[in-house]
């Protein structure tokens, strides 16, 4: 068995142990398939459909189009390894807004440099970010973009400027009602926000015994 956050854990490594105890303990538990519930305060793309104009570049399961409140959500995940030993996650986060659920997968794997993961987004993985994993003062995982990229034709092309996009992700734990907290907001220079979440989630009691996300 793999534990839940090997990927985070080896991108931390010592300073791993600064985590809050119920996040650490999550993260070291043993379980390859997971399913987590939780309900965003809020969720989405305040450019809303305007964000299909970006699917045949950036390819499936990548952008929402809309925006709302109060919204249900499931996160779906199996960690594993690559065939040189590294760990990955793959998680699928389903968004259920009023008029209908809305996806978003990633893939997140060991970097060769301590304190970064790679972060593989969509179906097709186009967009790459590189990101640096810390904890926080109150022992929260946080993650933030040192580099982005678009991968098409084989090749990588560097997101700069008013191309790029910073990432800032927060996973915490709220003490009061004993469960993890998620907060994330991508933004662009020249638009400003163009993606965000913020909610809670808890944990299945049991492993997800389905298909992989």
């Not at 304190?115 to 993985?125: E, H, I």
């Amino acid at each position: 068995m793999i534990a839940r956050g090997d990927v985070f854990l080896a991108a931390l490594g010592a300073d791993a142990e600064r985590l809050h105890p119920q996040i650490l303990a999550q993260m070291r538990a043993t379980v390859t398939l997971d399913r987590a519930e939780g309900v965003f305060a809020m969720a989405g793309s305040r450019f809303g459909r305007l964000g299909v104009i970006a699917v045949p570049v950036v390819g499936p399961r990548m952008m929402l189009t809309r925006f709302g409140r109060d919204i249900p959500f499931s996160l779906l995940t199996r960690s594993g390894r690559t065939s040189r030993g590294r760990a990955t996650l793959d998680s699928t986060r389903e968004f259920h807004f009023p008029g209908g659920t809305q996806f978003v997968v990633d893939r997140v794997t060991e970097s060769v440099v301590p304190g970064l993961v790679r972060n593989l987004l969509g179906t097709r993985g186009r967009v790459e970010l590189i990101e640096e994993c810390s904890v926080t003062a109150e022992g929260f995982l946080r993650m933030r973009t040192r580099r982005i990229a678009l991968r098409l034709w084989g090749r990588r092309f560097a997101l700069r400027g008013v191309l790029g996009i910073a990432v800032d992700l927060e996973d915490g734990w709220d003490e009061g009602n004993q469960r993890r907290t998620i907060e994330m907001r991508a933004t662009n220079p020249l638009v400003g926000t163009i993606l965000e979440y913020r909610g809670w989630y808890r944990y299945s009691d049991d492993p997800v015994a389905a298909s992989s996300p």
